[in-house]
Every structure is written in C-alpha cells, then in structure tokens.
C-alpha cells in the first residue's frame, strides 16, 4: 500500500490559490467546505475552525489531494527558513515542459531543471507560490535500486513526497520509525542550491538529507536545516503557514500508539474516507496525520 494520502496547504486567498492549482497543475475540486471545530482540535489548532477549505485531486484520477486551506498571512514567514513541512513534490512527464508552463505563472521558479548528482533517476525543479509554498515537480527516468518511483500519468500528476525541514534530522529520522512505523531510506550528502539560496550560503556547500519508506514506497525527505533555520511563526491556535499537515494511511493502524493529540475517531471526505483518523507532532511541532488504511 502506497501510504502519502494528502499535503495541506495554508494560503492567504482560497479561491485565487484552488484557480491556480486548477489552471497550472491541472488539479480539480472534489470537496469544499469548512474545517470543523473537532477536526481543528485534533491538529491542536482550535483557531483554524471554521476556515475554509478546498480539496483537490490530479487529472489522473490518482487518490492522493492536496488540500488548500485559507488562513490570514503570517508576517515574516518564508519559504525554506523554519523546520517542520516545507516542500511537496508532484511527479511530471516532462520537466522541460513543466518548467515552460510555470513560466510567467504565479508560481516562480526558484530552481530551474537540474540533474542531481548520484541521482540520475530524478529530474526535478522547484517553484514557490504567492503563499511562500515550495513545489517540487519532478520527471522519473526509472527506479532505483531499493525504491519504486511513480510515473506521471498525465503532464503534472500526483503528489509522491513531502519534504521535512528538521533541527535535528536524526532524532526525527528515530520519531517516524517508532511512532509511524516507518523505516530509513537512503542517507546522503549532496549540493542542494534551493537550500543554499535560502540561507545566503555556498552553492557548492553539501547538506544531508535523508528518505523514509514502507516496504519498496519512498514518500518522505528529511533535511538537515542550518543553524539560521527558525521555529515557524504562526498565528496562535492556528495551523502554521505554508505546507502544515502531512497525512498518510498505514495498514496497521492499531500498531500506532500515538501519543495522539485528541483519540482518533472516524472521519468522512475524500481523504479519510470514514475510517479512523489521528495526528501526532513529530520534532520540530511537525503534524502527521494517520489514517487507518
């Protein structure tokens, strides 16, 4: 079972952002509403009840979404500069193309198409919207060795990874295999210039990163943050800004004993599909939603 089931998103203006994941990424709504005072709660972010949401899957049909959620901006947030969830990644057909079609587009390109060096399976970039949100959008060549990739079904399809800025990338590394169940991956150092522009530091300077997995599914990346990196401001009682909550489904719900923020219950909607359904905080507050899958 493929286990990444949403990304959620805080954004400044709900329907400018929903048309510009409709128009750019060729996303479709299939589920608006308002976020419940409950489901608030459970992500211990009483004030986002209320808000209002929308849900959006690929033109693939693929069932992962991202959800978009609308909250007052945070002042002196920025992309990149605070640990928790910082970046989702969304599979392509064609980098070229997709670079081409984000030219000119809300979303500005902060990382043109570029090889990684040992990585001749990827061929990512990297843009950022009007929300401070880093986008990923990637062309897989093949698999690797140990891992599947997805291959895009269409020019910009679903999400496959979401990206965790850490303090400590060990110690979350040790949180995701005791509390979600997950094993490592792969641990390596490479040039990672979106980091290095971030933080004002040498292009060629190395920063670790690592993967999580479950079984052959790689869906997680954890960075090691720089020292400069911040506790993400946010409003109090609200989700955080930019990316704020990963979800994931697991097949052995009853295996995880939490701690949970409120005791999970069963839920309806696209991503819950009324099963069970709790978050936990990882290191750094980082929100994990678990769905029982």
């Known amino acids: 079972m493929k286990l990444l089931r949403a990304a959620t998103l805080t ?30 709660a459970s992500w211990a972010a009483p004030g986002s009840a209320g808000c209002s949401y929308t849900c959006l899957q690929p033109s693939s049909g693929a069932d ?7 909250q ?41 198409p570029r090889e990684i060096e040992g990585l001749p399976a990827i061929y990512p970039m990297q843009v950022r919207g009007p929300d401070q949100e880093i986008i990923y959008l990637t062309q897989i060549r093949e698999d690797l060795p140990a891992f599947d990739l997805p ?14 800025g850490c303090s400590d990338m060990d110690a979350s590394n040790r949180w995701l295999e005791s509390h979600a169940g997950l094993e490592m991956g792969r ?3 490479i040039k990672y210039t979106m980091l290095a522009g971030a933080y004002g530091t040498d292009m060629d300077e190395l920063h670790r ?17 720089p020292e400069a990196a911040i506790v993400r401001p946010c409003h109090g009682g609200m ?55």
């Open 209 to 225: 990163i690592s993967t999580m997995v479950h079984g052959r599914d790689v869906f997680l990346e954890l960075d090691q943050y």
């Open 187 to 189: 641990d390596m150092e």
């Open 11 to 40: 954004v400044a203006d709900l329907a400018a952002s929903t048309a510009n994941f409709e128009r750019y990424f060729d996303y479709s709504v299939i589920d608006r509403g308002e976020i419940s005072d409950d489901l608030a």
């Open 239 to 293: 989700l955080v800004p930019g990316c704020a909550i990963g979800t994931f489904w697991h097949p052995d719900f009853d295996s995880l004993k939490g701690p949970w923020i409120s005791p999970p219950v069963e839920r309806d909607g696209p991503i819950y599909k009324g099963r069970l359904v709790g978050t936990m905080k990882a290191p750094d507050d980082t929100l994990v939603e678990m769905v029982a899958g």
């Open 72 to 112: 007052p901006p945070v002042e002196g947030f920025l992309a990149l500069r605070s640990y928790g969830w910082n970046a989702i990644e969304i599979c392509v057909q064609d980098v070229l193309a997709a670079n081409e079609r984000m030219t000119g587009s809300p979303f500005e390109i902060i990382g043109p």
């Open 151 to 164: 291959r895009a079904a269409t020019p910009i399809d679903k999400l496959f990874i979401l990206v965790m």
């Open 64 to 70: 992962i979404y991202v959800r978009l959620i609308e």
